[in-house]
């Protein structure tokens, strides 16, 4: 999978004032690719992120998938690329609760035509969450949901994997082994872009891109 | 590890969306039920009332009936609910009657109320007929293959309990009992028919004198007059003249006529059933909205979540309108089941409470209210989530993952 990200805009208004979330970002990523993008809370990533996983719509620029230019899909367009090549992981806990681990897990199965579960079964053992598969994640710690959240984005095998800060407020054990998690992923052909305030992960990855203001900082 | 298990549909996500959240889902499906059950008793007590009175007046057989003044309530009730009354007049009148022009035929009855005291078996309105002239009971007779009554023999309408081969007590005398006539869900159930010559032995009897008249003359009494007009006879014109030329003291209906008040009164319930089902509908669906809202509102990040998976927002809208349909169901099958079960249990105490002949259970009457009533349950829920769907349908993703942050 490559990606290709071309001048990518998107401004906002706070009251009356205009700023600009992500301020003309070019950038592209390989396949195989680990790429960590840095930068302080408020200084764009999650609005990046959005804009690449059709989550919000850039005022200008291009997002290109496999040379493919994603700003022209539709809405449901966009959706089935979520359910098949990318698995986006959400800042923060957001598991369903009425769902079992496991239920959490296939959730992108059940929303998409790929009803194959062996990999979920596969990312559930590599995360170590087999003992909490029937458990509700009310009853998990913030690093078992964590995981379950991550191997969700996983379940139904995409191409890119964006991760929005991962591994925050994770024990160095868990956010280790999320990290060697998605360095695998990589191996396997995966790409990743993962944003990150962690610099010891943060130095396991391939490439930093720093974003500081919407503007991305060579 | 069973990688084999049965993958979860969108159905499946609602269905546990309404399980897991067994609060909410059980205040909405309330407001259903209430909704549902309301619809369902109404419509039932309204359709029972409205089939009493239509198989009454066909029943009847007559198009004019001539009672005594002012005994025309009696007779009303005495034919719609089967409640007993003692009343009669003159048997002169019916020469004058007979003048009438337009009259194909016509027969005498007799009605005497039994009473609730040890001479008497039960409490029952005894009709007593001309087999000569009878054009109303004898039909019946046919129908539980019997040509005819003999003297001093009875035959008991099928609500009356009192089994064929048995014999029935009115004023300390045995009649026997020799037919029972099919169930016709009317007043006439609760009725016991006799011929006049029959009936002359209850007047005549010393119980029936010391009790309730002495005076009476047996040869010379009658309730009422049944009448058939010949085709494209004038029944109202009839009736009129019968009430005012004779001047006799007896009052002509045509036969929709007696029983127009009924179906007056018929018609204000059913109006102020409609305005009561529409305020409970309306107040329901309100309900609904209120609690969708809210709740859909606490769910947006939810649905951002399921989003950012890969779910359309069709599929959302699904979603949401499955859960309704759901709730609909629940609500409406729990109402029917519950309104059905209490009008059979509580059939008697409804009837007589409510004056009405019989409460219309029969499964094809109510197969068309079940659908309905579950057909409003589930609409009207359906109805109350399209606010909330449209609004997940058309929000922007990155608004819903945001949702309740």
């Given at each position: 999978m490559e990606l290709k990200v071309d001048k990518l805009t998107k401004k906002y208004s706070r009251g009356e004032k205009e700023f600009f979330a992500v301020d003309n970002i070019s950038f592209s990523l390989d396949k195989g690719e680990f790429v960590a993008v840095i930068g302080p809370?408020?200084?764009?990533k999650s609005t990046l992120f959005s804009m690449i996983a059709g989550l919000v719509k850039p005022d200008s620029g291009t997002v290109e998938m496999n040379g493919e230019s994603?700003?022209?899909?539709s809405k449901d367009e966009f959706s089935h690329l979520r359910n098949t090549k990318i698995g986006y992981i959400l800042q923060g806990q957001n598991l369903?609760?009425?769902?079992t681990v496991l239920e959490n897990i296939c959730l992108p199965l059940y929303l998409g035509k790929?009803?194959?579960t062996d990999r979920a079964y596969e990312l559930i053992e590599t995360l170590g969450l087999k003992e909490l598969?029937?458990?509700?994640?009310?009853?998990?710690s913030g690093g078992e949901q964590r995981r379950v959240s991550i191997a969700r984005s996983l379940a139904h095998n995409p191409e890119l994997i964006i991760a929005d800060e991962?591994?925050?407020?994770?024990?160095p054990e868990n956010a280790k082994l999320i990290t060697e998690v998605f360095m695998k992923e990589c191996k396997d052909g995966k790409s990743v872009l993962m944003s990150s305030h962690n610099l010891e992960l943060v130095a396991n990855t391939d490439r930093q891109l720093k974003i500081l203001n919407g503007k991305l900082i060579n | 590890m069973n990688n084999n298990r049965k993958l979860m549909s969108i159905f499946g996500i609602a269905k546990r969306n309404i399980s897991n959240r067994k609060i909410r889902s059980g205040i909405m499906i309330a407001f259903v039920f209430i909704l549902a059950s309301s619809l369902y008793i109404s419509s039932l007590l309204i359709n029972s009332m409205n089939l009493g009175l239509e198989k009454t007046i066909g029943r009847i057989g007559a198009d004019l009936i001539v009672v005594p003044q002012e005994y025309e309530n009696n007779m009303r009730s005495s034919l719609f609910l089967g409640e007993c009354s003692t009343f009669y007049t003159d048997r002169s009148y019916m020469d004058k009657v007979a003048e009438?022009?337009?009259?194909?035929q016509m027969t005498p009855q007799l009605y005497i109320a039994s009473l609730e005291?040890?001479?008497?078996g039960l409490p029952t309105q005894i009709i007593a007929f001309d087999p000569e002239t009878d054009f109303i009971v004898t039909p019946w007779l046919q129908d539980i293959n019997k040509k005819e009554i003999n003297y001093g023999e009875v035959i008991v309408g099928n609500g009356v309990v009192a089994d064929v081969g048995s014999t029935i007590k009115f004023f300390d005398i045995d009649f026997p009992v020799v037919g029972k006539l099919e169930n016709?869900?009317?007043?006439?159930?609760?009725c016991v028919f006799m011929r006049f010559d029959t009936s002359k032995i209850i007047l005549e009897s010393e119980r029936f004198k010391s009790l309730?008249?002495?005076?009476?003359d047996p040869d010379n009494v009658i309730s009422a007059i049944m009448i058939k007009a010949k085709n494209g006879a004038n029944l109202n014109t009839m009736a009129s003249r019968i009430t005012?030329?004779?001047?006799?003291?007896v009052k002509a209906f045509t036969t929709n006529g007696m029983f127009s008040a009924i179906s007056d009164n018929l018609d204000n319930l059913t109006s102020f059933s409609s305005i009561l089902v529409t305020i409970s509908f309306i107040l329901a669906v309100l309900a609904l909205i209120c609690i969708f809202t809210i709740t859909i509102n606490e769910r947006q990040h939810e649905f951002g979540v399921l989003i950012s998976l890969g779910a359309t927002q069709k599929q959302l809208v699904l979603i949401i309108v499955l859960e309704a349909v759901m709730i609909g169901l629940i609500g409406g099958v729990l109402a029917v089941i519950i309104s059905a079960v209490a009008s059979f249990i509580f059939n008697n105490a409804i009837t007589s409470a409510l004056e009405?002949?019989?409460?219309?259970?029969?499964p094809s009457d109510l197969i068309p209210l079940i659908l309905k009533t579950l057909l409003i349950a589930i609409g009207s829920s359906i109805l109350a989530s399209l606010y909330s769907a449209i609004r997940i349908g058309r929000a922007e993703p990155i608004t819903l993952i945001k949702g309740d942050e």
């Open positions: 809370s408020g200084c764009g994603l700003l022209k899909l369903m609760q009425n769902f790929d009803r194959n598969m029937n458990s509700y994640p009310a009853s998990l991962p591994t925050s407020n994770l024990d | 009438t022009e337009g009259i194909q005291a040890e001479c008497c016709t869900q009317t007043g006439y159930d609760y309730v008249d002495s005076t009476i005012y030329t004779y001047k006799i003291p009405i002949p019989y409460l219309d259970n029969s």
